[in-house]
């Protein structure tokens, strides 16, 4: 597998420094040189795969030779080890439970296969990786769980102070051992920031050996093209034309899907469904990008103002707009939508959806409204229990909350808060972090 990055097409990088840099210097994001099409036998034979099989089948066609055939086997199946269940919500409707790993989050796959790709490639090193990773809910968690232990490699987590639930935190800050998380006084944006110059710091470069575990990471995005395989298997009737809604913050998920259908998924739509940080939804109706700062809605994980996968859907599409509208369709929609449409599922079909999911949803309503006679797929990113609160409140009523979140409750949090400026940040990983 070769990449370059989305700055510079004519550069190339292998996949280890790819996946231990996380940037380009250029400050672009990498791309994979080729996306090679499956072949129509693995789409013949895919109902007799497993989930961790089919994975390693698109592994081996995307990364290739970078890896010897038994280590990939052995980090595919052990990031993909746990389920990802298609739900009727009815014929027409299924929802993708992505939340059955440890963190209760989608992010669990990337943050996985991740760690299990950066411990084969630093098998070797002799200093600490350090990996820094801005979140603004559930990366953070899902890296952490995905690390925790790892030798060789430090996690330092940025998170905006007061922007992410009780039990995300918890996730957070509630780990020790190689896990340290930092408080920012500040947006999401500003902690994607400051991890950005960081990497870009000359003398903490000469400190450190950072690597990313962002979306921007292409190890993170490679995982997410699995289950989108994964879910195709399960449906039951695959003669019906099907589209993916995606409830987006990042896009690293969309992206993913985008990959997916390179090589050869045939999937008729992506709906990049948004909460009011409606960017990307506004630039496939006017044609124009425009980043805002993020603004703050129930669903937090999605609170972004300059999706940082924004330039790879481009660069997928050859900067055109009406190749991108051809794929993707967006849709944004407001707190009280999303509301409305948990407080319907539950009581018409006694399921709870966390709020992203929701968001997903209202995608997919909106797209069915202009195309019939589709089936829709909803990826639902977490668990609804991680927003136990507002998932309450809305709900009116007390939800099951599964044992792994029980035991979060009550572990002290360990955190240091800073400021949003660089030179704390910097200060802090010179004199406190070490
Ligand atoms: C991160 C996240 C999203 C957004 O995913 P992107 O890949 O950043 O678009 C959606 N839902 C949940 C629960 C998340 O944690």
Request: hydrophobic share 45%; with cysteine; aromatic share 10%.
């Amino acid at each position: 597998m070769q990449l370059y990055s989305t700055r510079n097409t004519s550069l190339r990088f292998s996949l280890e420094e790819a996946v231990m840099k996380g940037l380009p210097a250029d400050n672009g994001l990498f791309m994979p040189l080729e996306v090679p099409k499956m072949p129509a036998t693995f789409f013949s034979n895919i109902e007799n795969h497993t989930f961790p099989e089919l994975s390693f089948e698109v592994a081996k066609a995307l990364i290739g030779d970078s890896i010897p055939i038994p280590a990939l086997e052995q980090i595919v199946f052990n990031a993909i080890n746990f389920p990802a269940p298609i739900v009727s919500l009815d014929e027409r409707t299924f929802i993708l439970e992505l939340f059955h790993g440890p963190s209760l989050a989608f992010k669990d796959f990337g943050a996985r296969f991740m760690a299990q790709l950066m411990g084969y490639f630093n098998r070797n090193a002799d200093k600490e990786l350090t990996i820094l990773v801005a979140t603004s809910g559930d990366t953070g968690g899902a890296v952490a769980a995905g690390f925790l232990g790892a030798p060789g490699v430090r996690v330092i987590i940025l998170y905006p102070s007061g922007k992410v639930s009780f039990l995300q935190e918890q996730q957070l800050t509630t780990l020790g051992n190689n896990i340290t998380a930092l408080e920012i006084q500040g947006s999401f944006d500003d902690c994607q920031a400051l991890v950005k110059e960081a990497f870009l710091d000359p003398e903490l470069n000469q400190l450190y050996r950072f690597s990313s575990a962002n979306s921007i990471n292409i190890a993170r995005l490679i995982p997410q093209s699995f289950y989108y395989f994964e879910a195709y298997r399960q449906l039951p009737n695959k003669d019906i034309p099907f589209v993916f809604s995606v409830p987006s913050g990042n896009f690293g998920n969309l992206t993913a899907g985008l990959f997916a259908k390179r090589m050869g998924l045939p999937v008729q739509h992506f709906i990049a469904a948004t909460n009011l940080n409606d960017i990307v939804p506004d630039y496939l109706s006017s044609g124009i990008y425009t980043p805002k700062p993020s603004v703050s809605t129930l669903s937090n994980a999605m609170d972004v103002g300059n999706p940082s996968n924004f330039n790879r859907i481009l660069d997928l599409y050859g900067s055109t707009w009406n190749n991108i509208k051809s794929d993707v369709i967006g849709f944004a929609f407001d707190d009280i939508h999303t509301e409305n449409i948990m407080r319907n599922i539950f009581e018409s079909k006694a399921y709870i959806l966390d709020p992203h999911g929701a968001v997903g949803l209202l995608g997919l309503n909106a797209y069915k409204k202009l195309h019939p006679n589709t089936q829709g797929i909803v990826l639902e990113t977490a668990h609804p229990a991680k927003f136990l609160p507002d998932v309450e409140r809305i709900l009116k009523r007390s939800i099951p909350v599964p044992e792994k979140l029980v035991a979060l409750e009550h572990l002290e949090k360990k955190s240091t808060l800073l400021s949003p400026q660089f030179i704390d940040f910097k200060d802090w990983l010179i004199h406190d972090a070490r």
